[in-house]
């Protein structure tokens, strides 16, 4: 069984940065292609960033260069670097594995973290 546990949501002033990340443990994290999801309040949950298991990335076009994606295999965790954080970036942030093989972008994803509150506020 995989388990996808996420940490390092918090409170930050708009302008600033955070860090979230995903630590895997159970199946094979080198062969996922991992994304980064967020859920606003009253909005509908949406893709925020993905990194196939070669490195290959996608950004959703509110968060295209202010984010990096990254993953590092040797310890099963995903990241997601946010800068210039903006208050509509509040969100709670979910990571998420597809195990389709070769995939970047998946219409099903086999696990879910539990998730991370982002709140960007003064």
């Known amino acids: 069984q995989v388990r996808l546990v996420e940490s390092g949501g918090g409170l930050v002033q708009p302008g600033g940065s955070l860090s979230v990340f995903c630590t895997a443990s159970?199946?094979?994290?080198?062969?996922?292609?991992m994304s980064w999801f967020r859920r606003a309040p009253g909005k509908e949950r949406e893709l925020v960033a993905a990194?196939?298991?070669?490195?290959?990335?996608y950004y959703t076009d509110s968060v295209k260069g202010r984010s990096t994606i990254a993953r590092d295999n040797s310890k099963n965790t995903l990241i997601l670097q946010m800068d210039n954080l903006e208050p509509e970036d509040t969100a709670v942030y979910y990571c998420?594995?597809?195990?389709?093989?070769?995939?970047?972008?998946?219409?099903?994803?086999?696990?879910w973290g539990q998730g991370t509150q982002v709140t960007v506020s003064t």
């Open positions: 998420a594995a597809c195990t389709v093989a070769g995939s970047l972008l998946c219409s099903h994803y086999d696990y």
């Open positions: 159970g199946g094979t994290f080198n062969t996922y292609s």
């Open positions: 990194i196939s298991s070669g490195g290959t990335t």
